[in-house]
Every structure is written in structure tokens, then in C-alpha cells.
């Protein structure tokens, strides 16, 4: 079974726009994480939130983090062609169990 | 090599054959787990290892489904008597290096294998 579900299920952009992607999740973490998958390849890992933690940067890249709803958000601003893959919520639990993701498309 | 390494990158087998994939996690390693990614899906957990000890393998589908870790880095997962329903994209992934929790650890997985079973 997997632990969390990312929402929409598919989202298409034009370059430049934003995309926001959510995760709900079912059990405590101890941290949340966000993966990227290209076609035909193995996951990249984005960013990681602790538990403790409500909003964390990296680049383009602004995720928050809701314990008590346990939700999560990933936003990718300025969208790039490049930013087309799929995106995975990932609960924070050894091991770890991944959502069914979300599949972004960035139109040029 | 400075990623995980998977092979074979691709396997077709008959029904009722046996398979072996192979998984090269990042020297160093401590945690080395086994997914099970269907078209379309998340991965789904299979198995998980910390050095040679397999501490949970409660993902596995069926007692088909075999992996080992012997030496604490490279590891095999064995699939006997392949069904069509194996079917589907197997990573690997590594995670906890010297001094890194394994429980905050990011995993860095390799392109997988994609095995079809006809």
C-alpha cells in the first residue's frame, strides 16, 4: 500500500508559470521528502522537511509541511521544459513509502 | 562509480523462468532497499537491508521473491518462476553514509531494471 497521495494526479503549465503539487499522508513522520523521476530513469531526490520544520527553500523550490492536516506542498516557481517529469511525496519512515505522484508537464 | 548501479538495465523473460538483478549502491553505503515500480505507480517497497542484514522484507510479493546482500554491498534480488505480473521496473536505492542517520538519509536510487515477463 502507499502512504501518500499526491495531488492532482497529472498538472500541464507553461513555462514560466507555477506549479504546486500536494501530498497527503496517513501516519507521524519523522521527516517528509520530495522526489523527481524523468522518463525511464530512477528517482532524484529534491528536499527533505523535518517534522519540525513548516517551510523549507532550495532554488525554485518551496515546500511546506502541515503535521497536524499531515500534508505536504512542493511549489516549483518559474517553471522550466526541463522541470517535466514525475514528482513523488515520500513519508519520512524506514523505509520509506512513496505516493503515486504527480506527472508535471512544462510547455515551452 | 559515483551513483547506484543497476543491471541489467533491461530483461525480458518467459513465463516460469528465473531471474537475477543485480544492485552496485554507492561505496559506503549502509541501507540498500528494493522497489517494485509498476507503469504509472509509485515505487512500492520490497525489501530493505542495513549492511548484510535484510531487517524487513515484508514488501516482497511472494516467497518467488528472494534477495540477498551477503557482503554488505552489493545485493541480488531473485525472482523464481517469473509470472506477467512481475512485470514491472525494479530500483535500487542507497542511503546512509559514514555518520549519516539513516533515518533523515536521502535515498539515491539507480535507473532500475525493467523486467517483462511474456
Known amino acids: 500500500s502507499q502512504q501518500g497521495e499526491e495531488d492532482p494526479q497529472a498538472l500541464s503549465i507553461q513555462e514560466g508559470e507555477n506549479a504546486t503539487m500536494n501530498c497527503s499522508y496517513k501516519?507521524?513522520?519523522?521527516?517528509l521528502q520530495w522526489y523527481r523521476q524523468n522518463s525511464g530513469r530512477g528517482l532524484v531526490h529534491l528536499i527533505l522537511?523535518?517534522?519540525?520544520?513548516r517551510e523549507k527553500h532550495s532554488g525554485r523550490l518551496r515546500v511546506t509541511l502541515d503535521t497536524s492536516k499531515k500534508s505536504s506542498s512542493l511549489l516549483i516557481t518559474a517553471s522550466r521544459a526541463a522541470d517535466t517529469a514525475s514528482y513523488f511525496c515520500?513519508?519520512?519512515?524506514?523505509?520509506?513509502?512513496f505516493g503515486k505522484g504527480t506527472r508535471l508537464s512544462v510547455i515551452a | 562509480g559515483a551513483g547506484v548501479s543497476q543491471s541489467p538495465r533491461y530483461k525480458v523473460a518467459k513465463r516460469g523462468q528465473d531471474v537475477a538483478l543485480r544492485c552496485d549502491p554507492i561505496?559506503?553505503?549502509?541501507?540498500l532497499f528494493w522497489y517494485q515500480q509498476a507503469l504509472g505507480q509509485g515505487p512500492e517497497f520490497l525489501t530493505y537491508?542495513?549492511?548484510?542484514?535484510?531487517?524487513?522484507k515484508s514488501g516482497l510479493p511472494s516467497d518467488r521473491f528472494f534477495a540477498e546482500r551477503p557482503e554488505g554491498s552489493v545485493s541480488t534480488l531473485k525472482i523464481q518462476r517469473t509470472q506477467q505480473e512481475d512485470s514491472a521496473v525494479y530500483l535500487c536505492?542507497?542511503?546512509?553514509?559514514?555518520?549519516?542517520?539513516?533515518?533523515?538519509?536521502?535515498?539515491?536510487f539507480g535507473n532500475g531494471t525493467r523486467l517483462t515477463v511474456t
Open positions: 515520500a513519508s519520512g519512515n524506514t523505509p520509506l513509502v
Open positions: 501516519t507521524s513522520i519523522n521527516n
Open positions: 522537511i523535518r517534522s519540525n520544520e
Open positions: 561505496s559506503g553505503h549502509v541501507s
Open positions: 537491508f542495513q549492511n548484510e542484514a535484510q531487517l524487513d
Open positions: 536505492a542507497s542511503s546512509g553514509g559514514p555518520g549519516v542517520s539513516v533515518y533523515n538519509s536521502p535515498l539515491h
